[in-house]
């Protein structure tokens, strides 16, 4: 299904939601004098699914917030990269920014058609998120541990072979020209 948005709502909609190229972009390829979307409508726009709510509204702002932060502390969404200028050599410096209260406040009346989660089926379903990739890390930990384990228990084991054995003491193992190399 499509993702359809609307800002009609949106006070101030053409000023807030809109940007106009002032400059010829290679990068993206916008041209002077087009007319496009703001990179923070367009963030927004996209979070609605990420966040379970397909409205920006005066009684949301705060569960807004609340699951922006989460899913930025989580990583389930990303900060956008927005155009902030030219470097001293001309090329494009792009900057990370983090879509904030006012940005909210300022997009009140943009709907989507993204489904709606309550609050709580939200956190559960990023808890969920959560325990699934947190689980598949731990499948591939499993599966590669040992091999990165065989290389410092192989050294850890023979130095404590050495000393036990009385090749080597604990204090000349501890000598800078006994560390091994690397």
């Not at 993206?28 to 923070?40: A, L, S």
Request: include cysteine; proline fraction near 3%; charge should be negative.
């Amino acid at each position: 299904m499509a993702l359809n948005w609307s800002v009609k709502a949106v006070k101030n909609a053409d000023d807030i939601c809109y940007y106009t190229a002032t400059k010829n972009r290679i990068y993206d390829g916008v041209t002077r004098g087009e007319e496009y979307v703001h990179p923070t409508t367009n963030a927004l726009v996209w979070a609605t699914m990420s966040v379970g709510l397909n409205e920006i509204t005066e009684g949301n702002i705060d569960e807004w917030e609340k699951r922006l932060a989460l899913a930025y502390a989580v990583a389930w969404i990303s900060k956008s990269m927005v155009f902030a200028g030219y470097e001293d050599d001309g090329n494009i410096k792009w900057e990370p920014r983090l879509i904030t209260r006012a940005d909210l406040v300022n997009h009140i009346g943009l709907e989507t058609n993204a489904s709606y989660e309550t609050a709580g089926a939200w956190r559960k379903r990023v808890m969920e998120r959560m325990e699934e990739e947190g689980v598949r890390e731990l499948k591939y930990a499993e599966k590669h541990n040992p091999e990165l384990d065989a290389i410092t228990w192989k050294e850890s084991l023979e130095l404590r072979d050495a000393i036990r054995s009385g090749k080597i003491t604990k204090e000349e193992a501890a000598l800078p020209e006994n560390q091994p190399v690397g």
